[in-house]
């Protein structure tokens, strides 16, 4: 067994010190995902922990070292996150198993249900501390095990993106610079060649890794790379909604990215600015909002824009384009009645009277939308009570139902508040002003996360009315929620605010823009003979609902104020085909200034490992020394599949590869025994060979493998990745 001295060695050491070093940098990254710098101190010391273990099991050359690291990791983990249940202070037992597995379960039920940054649990803490566990351990196994220093950047790569996928930021290059020289250092820990030319191995590495370092860190990423706002509303990856994934939490996630972009513009003859209706969600299931969605040419009956026929209506357009937004789903107002200009294929939901399409994008569209302005009086609306258990009630069963486990200070607040209200409309008109305008609560974007209440559930919400600070999110669903506890049908819309003013057209019309920042959830409440009702309870945001007029003469126009045809929701491309549909993953409207940049990046890293090769092969062959030579026929032998023990004399090696053509055999010959010589023979021995007969036989090595293998060889050759 090795000395203990051999810790001291940096031979050992290296390896295991710089993996932890370049754990240590990216560290910080994470910040992006968990709030505030409590977890760190815990996560660095399960990191250091491991890294000791590596070090130790691999200078002293242990059997089962992996093995060993894990249980390592393992018990380190105990100690730091579950220490008061082990046993005599020492021995984890069934409660530390107990309390790790509460941590972890509480941690994906906070992922599942709130937007990054999340708050810092132990759990969450946990899962950062294990996953840079395996990450050590892993570096750890590539360096002496596989012997592929290579594959560390694999790793570091990996720890580098998780938090730019799970948060959706931008990569934090200061953070990336040092754990990628880290990296470098450990390539350029490679076993030399020739004493003499050491910089035959290691340069064509260093020169590419280093290109590539410095390309990555002064090239800069747009956060739109990343996840643009174009993917947030279902385009190129899965729809958020199918799988029952609370959409508030991605709206969440883009009002505190701080960078707003323009998503469109709107003219229209309404006489208020719309709120543009992407998605209505009518399920509550107690920890998130869902859709339940079926599409029709008809709409629902609670969403025909106007359910009493003497109630006044007219019928307004809203002409929008659309500048950075790709979804498949379409910004329109509520109630929309029929859309003309549209590209693509779509198709009508029937509860909510929103637009989508499996295939076509928003995209660079630019439409008319037809809609009802519906214009109740107060006596309408305060009459507007629904029967529990009629024929309308009946219909809103999704819009009215709440879970069992409802907390009670829910409802017992909705009945404080609106005590004294003779209507269900005062009352919605009450919470929405104690909710916006009372001073009790305030608009914030950070508190929810800072305090580990963000998402809609009903858990949530108990906290919200403690805390009394958050976005739209929080007070549209705490809105709804204690609607359906009074009795009122209702529901939750996402889409966008009103937007500015900005200019006036050619026509005098006021253009309107909408950005990222007008991005906003707000409740619906359903009143009998009217319809479906938006309010606003979000202060600073919007304008709020209130109706104030009475009944005057005038007001009932019978051609008005009937219910409006079904939407038409024929579109252009529909009828002449869908030739001009934007085709998907393309976004004529939004910038592509990164795309080239990432495009370039993605290059490098897929030619690095082939240009090295060639790179390396070349200032071999034209040294002609037999060491540089010999090194490069182990690498040819390795990328054409054959096994190059460092346990096997010149002469075996070359006998295990088999039979060469004989202008080969010569070659190969001729050789070995100049490898023989400069070994073992006297000092200064001169031996150079023949560059064009040394790549003939090298050629030759590599074409007794496959083809499949041969290929593979040139574009990913396996020596790139080990140790000479």
Not at 554 to 581: F, L
Request: proline share 7%; with cysteine; charged share 20%.
């Amino acid at each position: 067994m090795a000395s203990w001295s051999a810790l001291l060695n940096w031979r050992f050491a290296r390896a295991s010190v710089l993996a932890w070093l370049a754990v240590v940098f990216l560290i910080p990254g994470y910040g992006a995902v968990v709030v505030g710098l409590s977890w760190i101190p815990r996560v660095l010391a399960v990191v250091t922990i491991v890294a000791l273990a590596c070090l130790i099991v691999r200078a002293l050359r242990w059997k089962w070292a992996e093995a060993i690291e894990l249980v390592v990791g393992a018990y380190a983990i105990c100690l730091v996150f579950a220490a008061p249940t082990l046993r005599w202070g020492i021995v984890p037992g069934r409660a530390t198993l107990e309390a790790l597995g509460s941590d972890l379960a509480a941690a994906g039920r906070l992922l599942a249900s709130e937007a990054a940054p999340v708050a810092a649990v132990p759990g969450i803490s946990l899962a950062l501390a294990g996953l840079c566990a395996l990450a050590i351990i892993g570096m750890d196994v590539f360096v002496h095990r596989w012997r592929s220093p290579g594959a560390v950047g694999l790793v570091l790569a990996v720890l580098f993106v998780l938090p730019t996928a799970v948060a959706e930021v931008e990569p934090r290059q200061l953070v990336f610079i040092p754990a990628a020289a880290c990296w470098l250092l450990m390539l350029r820990g490679e076993r030399r060649v020739s004493a003499s030319r050491p910089w035959v191995s290691w340069v064509p590495v260093t020169l590419i890794a280093g290109a590539a370092l410095v390309f990555a860190a002064t090239t800069p990423i747009s956060p739109a790379s990343l996840r643009d706002l174009n993917h947030d509303w279902g385009a190129g990856t899965p729809d958020p909604f199918a799988a029952g994934v609370d959409p508030n939490i991605e709206l969440g996630r883009n009002l505190r990215r701080n960078v707003p972009r323009t998503t469109m513009t709107y003219t229209t003859t309404l006489s208020e600015p719309p709120y543009l209706k992407i998605a209505t969600l009518r399920e509550f299931t107690g920890d998130t909002w869902r859709p339940v969605e079926r599409d029709s040419s008809e709409p629902s009956p609670s969403d025909r824009a106007v359910a009493d026929r003497h109630i006044a209506a007219t019928t307004e357009r809203t002409s929008i384009s659309i500048k950075k937004l790709r979804s498949h789903r379409l910004p329109v107002p509520y109630p929309a009645t029929n859309i003309t200009g549209l590209e693509g294929s779509w198709r009508w939901q029937r509860a909510g009277l929103t637009l989508h399409s499996d295939k076509s994008t928003t995209a660079g569209q630019q439409y008319r939308v037809n809609s009802s302005e519906v214009k109740p009086t107060l006596a309408q609306l305060r009459n507007g009570d629904l029967e529990r258990g009629g024929i309308v009630w009946d219909q809103l069963r999704a819009e009215t139902r709440l879970p069992s486990d409802t907390p009670s200070v829910i409802g017992r607040t909705a009945e404080r508040v609106t005590a004294g209200a003779g209507s269900n409309y005062d009352r919605a008109v009450a919470l929405q002003d104690w909710l916006r305008s009372s001073g009790e609560f305030a608009y914030s974007e950070v508190a929810p996360v800072a305090e580990g209440y963000d998402g809609t559930g009903v858990d949530v919400i108990s906290q919200f009315l403690d805390e009394k600070r958050g976005y739209c999110v929080h007070f549209a669903s705490t809105m709804a929620v204690m609607a359906r506890e009074l009795g009122i049908p209702a529901r939750l819309a996402v889409g966008f605010a009103p937007g500015n003013v900005v200019r006036t057209n050619d026509r005098g019309a006021a253009v309107y823009e909408v950005t990222t920042d007008n991005m906003h959830a707000w409740p619906e409440l359903y009143f009998g003979g009217v319809g479906w009702v938006r309010f606003d309870p979000t202060p600073t945001v919007g304008s709020p609902t209130r109706v104030t007029r009475e009944v005057e003469p005038g007001d009932i126009d019978d051609e008005s104020g009937t219910a409006p045809d079904a939407p038409d929701a024929t579109t252009g491309a529909e009828r002449a085909g869908e030739a001009n549909a934007v085709p998907d993953g393309q976004n004529p409207a939004s910038g592509v200034h990164w795309r080239w940049p990432l495009l370039a990046l993605a290059v490098i890293v897929l030619v690095a490992p082939a240009t090295i090769s060639v790179l390396r092969r070349r200032l071999r062959l034209r040294t002609g020394q037999p060491e540089a030579l010999w090194q490069e026929l182990i690498n040819t032998a390795r990328d054409a599949g054959h096994r190059a023990s460092s346990g096997l004399t010149p002469r075996q090696f070359a006998a295990s590869l088999g039979g060469l053509p004989e202008p080969e055999q010569r070659t190969l010959d001729e050789l070995v025994a100049a490898v023989e010589a400069e070994r073992y023979g006297p000092d200064g021995f001169p031996h150079r060979l023949d560059r064009h007969a040394a790549a003939t036989m090298l050629e030759s090595v590599r074409r007794t493998a496959s083809r499949p293998v041969r290929w593979r060889g040139r574009l990913l050759p396996p020596s790139v990745f080990v140790s000479s």
